[in-house]
């Protein structure tokens, strides 16, 4: 019987780190070069997701109002007891200040995109100003309404015009709650261009807002 030798192993140089065999770098399961790499857990999604998110958004609140203002006409052609209601006359002050926050916002953007922080900014909390005030205005504009003794139940015209114009600025609320997002975020904006989608975004929905509401005021005018 022969006698095995034990040959003790060489020590490692000092400052050799080689790892064992199948293990990378950092532990986890190595290639053929013994170096393991792992992507990002949570890749961020394409800007273009964003932009086509916002118009299916859109494309369901078209939907709604045209239900909305198809039942509107249906109910004034076969009503016998449709009453003509007369529209506050604020509401064409309120169209304005909306007209205007679109154009503000407007520059708003153009100043970013020129990387013109401090204007970008100027122009957005003006944008935000006249958004809050459209809505206080549609507020004065319902107390008006009451004030008249005209209130949601006094007529089928009246119905329609509170129901409209409510469910328009429970969605322009939504716009101003993005506003206000950028508001508050505005440095992390300027700083970083992949967080400029969300100016962009708010745009496509506040101007869909403004062309939204327009709508909706020439049809009051010609049906109420």
């Not at 040959?7 to 399961?29: F, R």
């Not at 003794?149 to 969605?171: D, E, K, R, V």
């Not at 939504?174 to 962009?200: C, E, H, M, S, T």
Request: glycine share 10%; with cysteine; aromatic share 10%.
């Amino acid at each position: 019987m022969g006698t095995a030798i034990l040959t003790p192993s060489k020590p490692n140089p000092p400052g050799d780190s080689t790892p064992p065999p199948g293990k990378g770098n950092g532990g986890g399961p190595g290639g053929p070069g013994g170096h393991g790499s792992q992507g990002p857990a949570n890749p961020p999604l394409p800007l273009g997701a964003y932009r086509i998110a916002i118009w299916i958004a859109i494309a369901s609140i078209a939907m709604l109002f045209l239900a909305l203002t198809s039942a509107m006409v249906v109910r004034a052609e076969i009503s016998g007891d449709w009453v003509r209601t007369a529209i506050p006359p604020l509401l064409y002050f309120n169209t304005l200040v909306l007209i205007c926050s679109s154009v503000t916002l407007e520059l708003s953007r153009r100043a970013l995109k020129r990387e013109d922080g401090e204007k970008f900014a100027r122009w957005l909390y003006l944008t935000t100003a006249l958004g809050i005030t459209f809505l206080l205005g549609q507020v004065v504009a319902w107390r008006e309404l009451a004030a008249r003794g005209i209130y949601i139940n006094t007529n089928p015209s009246s119905s329609f015009l509170y129901l409209l114009t409510a469910a328009h600025g429970l969605h322009l609320l939504g716009g101003v709650l993005a506003l206000l997002y950028l508001v508050f975020r505005v440095r992390q904006i300027i700083r970083n261009p992949r967080k400029r989608i969300a100016v962009d975004v708010t745009a496509i929905y506040w101007h869909f807002m403004d062309g939204l509401w327009i709508y909706l005021l020439i049809l009051l005018r010609v049906k109420l």
